[in-house]
């Protein structure tokens, strides 16, 4: 993939921007005319699949509801050297345990740095967490452009 616009940043530049992981916000999708449910979450990232992984609370009265092939929305930003860049990714969330991936998702799990974000009310030993892996089908590629001499 090349860019096709001064502005998209092509494969090698979004691989080095989204590193082995870092953090985002994670947009589920809701039932019809509600705004989606957007979480902040920490993200491994396996280039060589270009697959995302997310450590998610597992918790039956959260507010995510169920994960399993939501249709998800993840944003990553940042603004190194003094240029913003930002990835959006689209697809659907898929657990980890299902055996036709469990295989792929322990090897993909080896090449990601999963960061752990403390944002809970709650100790983080008795918050239960699920392992969700995330296949783009749509995923572009932002930077800043340079506008001004």
Not at 27 to 53: H, I, W
Not at 61 to 79: H, I, M, N, Q, W
Not at 95 to 114: C, F, H, M, R, Y
Request: charge should be negative; avoid cysteine.
């Amino acid at each position: 993939m090349s860019a096709e616009h001064p502005n998209e940043m092509d494969e090698a530049e979004r691989d080095a921007f989204l590193g082995a992981g870092g953090t985002g916000v994670l947009s589920l999708s809701t039932a019809s005319g509600e705004s989606p449910y957007s979480v902040p979450v920490s993200y491994g990232y396996d280039r060589s699949t270009g697959t995302f992984y997310f450590r998610l609370a597992a918790d039956a009265d959260s507010e995510k509801g169920e994960l399993d092939d939501r249709p998800a929305t993840f944003v990553t930003y940042d603004r190194p050297a003094d240029r913003w860049q930002s990835v959006v990714a689209e697809g659907r969330l898929e657990p980890t345990e299902k055996d036709s991936i469990a295989l792929e998702t322990l090897e993909g799990l080896g090449n990601v740095d999963i960061q752990y974000v403390d944002i809970f009310d709650q100790p983080l030993e008795t918050v239960s967490f699920e392992f969700y892996r995330f296949v783009p089908e749509r995923i572009g590629a932002r930077r800043e452009a340079r506008t001004r001499p």
